[in-house]
């Protein structure tokens, strides 16, 4: 056990060098020098660039020196100082941005996995128990309503037709949940609603699936010989070992959750770390950019890292070797 | 009964494959047609539209449905319903392409990841890890942001990024071939491994290849439709189902919902289609998920006790 926690462990190391690679590789290494994007896009507003500005901007970046130095110093920038650079518009320090923002996409997030389990373990049990019935179709095609309509669209809806019928707007300031927990809740609810239903058809089906192929083991059988109820057959054998890859999708759906959560807290207004990075993608506001897709990335593979070491409590029969 | 029948050899029938669906998928059928429907419409947009794509008509904008424009005008009065089925062309050349690219991609990273294995597998493989751990829609806007938007720059990058990520599936199912008697026999008489590779490997998998694809296909859909929505995809005035939802069209659709109604209906239509299609192909194509009885195949219980009843009623008629 302890030997796999260590290779895995050791595992995520290169894992995390790449995503910094790509990370860096990707604003670095794109025709057209993001110095000559900045500049234009300056004097398309009408202001004019000097040269010196496009050395002070360069100087900024880090641009001035061969690749593998800026790579060298944005690393040791990252371990040595836990500094991520500063914003390009407003000097402000990029780790400053992301403190203030993310316990708004922690939430969100959160809630949306809550709501995405709360609909989708229930009717993907009961499709599986009922397969090929109406009860499976419907359930089904539930599942894949939740997958084709997109949550831009579903939010959209929720914006206009209240606004349209009711004149009611969502709160545009963001409620804190230390001074009004309700009303942060209230605040928060629909769009992790929606955020949670695109995710709960893949969810369920899933669920489905692993429940399928589990009820045609050796064991279940034997339970029902047994002339044990449905009900401790289905929650007590069956369940408890289909549920085992659905933890793993738990972990392959916190990078779908980010990017939704990107777009619903776009439409809702909602101050998290989506709206920091589309507001500078826009402005194009480099290690801002670079730093948020760092931390989540980064966040994302200790996630995995922590899905795959709790097998051993869920599944007995695994055995780290 | 005792009639030993000779088995004939399988062989993969399209018309077969059709009549299973007809038969035993009936909501997959429903996809298919969905699916054959966006082909058609994205195929014959121009025949199909009443209107050019970006016709304006500005003493009829903010319409609702009308007899003239059958789905209403947008706010410098474009008919919705043209700009709709010429979006279908944008869906239908984004989902294909971009599905084709990936599974591209998938393939030869998967196939060469697997077979190689060792340092190469490891490297490759921590590579996948990094780009699966950042949120694809982050990298997509990041990319997309730096190389410019418009059509064949979302389908390289979406093609790219669900390609790689793909990539981890064709692995599991070719590390599965490799260690099969076939493909040691093709090593041991000295077969090349690009042989071995195209000839033994690659048939092999093609039937969740096909799968793959069909199920890439709607994903890259509704990919393209968020990264136009949030501006980092094809840019206005192309009627992207997504874009149509963005932009300056969210201040006018509090005056003319319609606006916000057809591009998001058409979109959740043809990916549920595109999605059901797939889930039946599966189904058809994997021989895991069919039969299989147990006590909960339902349907299959049914047609056996059907046959059962009826040999029974043969027989007694026959002892009669």
């Known amino acids: 056990m302890r030997a796999y926690i260590l290779r895995r462990l050791l595992l995520t190391i290169p894992t995390v060098f790449f995503v910094t690679l790509i990370v860096f590789l990707l604003i670095r290494s794109i025709p057209g020098s993001i110095v000559d994007i900045m500049v234009n896009e300056q004097e398309s507003t009408g202001i004019s660039v000097t040269k010196l500005d496009r050395q002070a901007i360069e100087q900024a970046l880090g641009l001035n020196v061969p690749i593998y130095t800026q790579y060298g110093r944005w690393i040791s920038g990252i371990v040595l100082h836990g500094s991520l650079g500063e914003s390009l518009w407003d000097s402000i320090p990029v780790t400053q941005e992301i403190a203030a923002r993310w316990p708004v996409t922690l939430e969100l997030g959160i809630l949306a996995l809550i709501v995405t389990q709360i609909i989708a373990l229930p009717i993907g049990i009961y499709s599986a128990l009922r397969q090929n019935t109406w009860g499976d179709y419907l359930a089904r095609t539930f599942a894949i309503f939740c997958i084709a309509v997109p949550s831009f669209w579903l939010a959209t809806l929720v914006i206009v037709f209240p606004a349209i019928w009711w004149h009611y707007s969502p709160p545009i300031l963001l409620i804190p949940f230390n001074k009004d927990p309700i009303g942060n809740l209230k605040m928060f609810i629909i769009p992790a609603v929606i955020l949670g239903m695109s995710g709960a058809g893949g969810n369920m089906r899933i669920t489905r699936t692993m429940m399928l192929e589990v009820l045609r083991q050796d064991y279940i059988r034997t339970a029902w010989a047994k002339g044990l109820s449905e009900r401790v057959v289905v929650m007590r054998h069956a369940l408890k070992n289909a549920l085992i890859p659905v933890v793993t999708l738990i972990g392959y759906q916190i990078p779908v959750i980010v990017g939704g959560a990107v777009i619903i807290e776009d439409i809702f207004g909602l101050p998290g770390l989506g709206r920091l990075l589309t507001d500078a993608t826009e402005s194009r506001d480099y290690p801002i950019v670079s730093g948020v897709v760092l931390i989540t990335s980064i966040v994302i593979v200790f996630i995995n890292l922590f899905v795959d070491l709790s097998y051993g409590y869920l599944d007995p029969r695994v055995h780290y070797e | ?320």
């Open chain 2, 1 to 320: 009964m005792s009639v030993t029948t000779k088995e004939p050899k399988k062989r993969f029938k399209l018309a077969e494959l059709v009549r299973r669906m007809i038969t035993e998928q009936p909501l997959g059928t429903v996809g298919a047609l969905i699916t054959l429907i966006l082909l058609f419409t994205g195929i014959f947009a121009r025949w199909l539209a009443p209107y050019g794509m970006n016709d304006p008509h500005p003493l009829s904008a903010l319409q609702g449905p009308s007899l003239r424009f059958w789905l209403g005008t947008d706010n410098i009065g474009r008919d919705l319903l043209s700009r709709l089925i010429y979006g279908a062309r944008i869906s239908m050349i984004v989902g294909l392409v971009g599905s084709l690219l990936s599974v591209v991609i998938s393939v030869i990273m998967g196939i060469l990841s697997a077979y190689i294995g060792g340092v190469f597998d490891l490297t490759i493989q921590r590579f996948v890890d990094a780009v699966l751990s950042i949120p694809s829609l982050l990298l997509l806007m990041v990319v997309i942001s730096l190389i410019g938007t418009g059509m064949w720059q979302v389908i390289f990058c979406l093609g790219i990024s669900n390609g790689i990520g793909g990539s981890r599936m064709i692995r599991s199912l070719v590390i599965g071939i490799k260690s099969n008697l076939y493909v040691q026999a093709a090593v041991a008489v000295g077969t090349p491994t690009w042989k071995i590779l195209l000839q033994h490997i690659l048939p092999n998998i093609m039937a969740p290849i096909i799968i793959i694809f069909s199920m890439t296909v709607p994903s890259v859909i509704l990919a393209e439709a968020g990264l136009s929505f949030l501006g980092f995809g094809i840019p206005p005035p192309a009627p992207s189902w997504g874009g149509m939802l963005s932009g300056s069209a969210r201040t006018y659709m509090f005056k003319d919902p319609w606006m916000a109604l057809w591009p998001g209906l058409a979109l959740a239509i043809v990916v549920y289609g595109v999605n059901m299609f797939g889930d039946a192909l599966r189904d058809l194509l994997d021989p895991r998920l069919r039969g299989g009885a147990g006590r909960y195949g339902t349907m299959l219980k049914r047609r056996i006790s059907t046959v059962i009843t009826k040999e029974n009623s043969t027989k007694k008629i026959s002892s009669q």
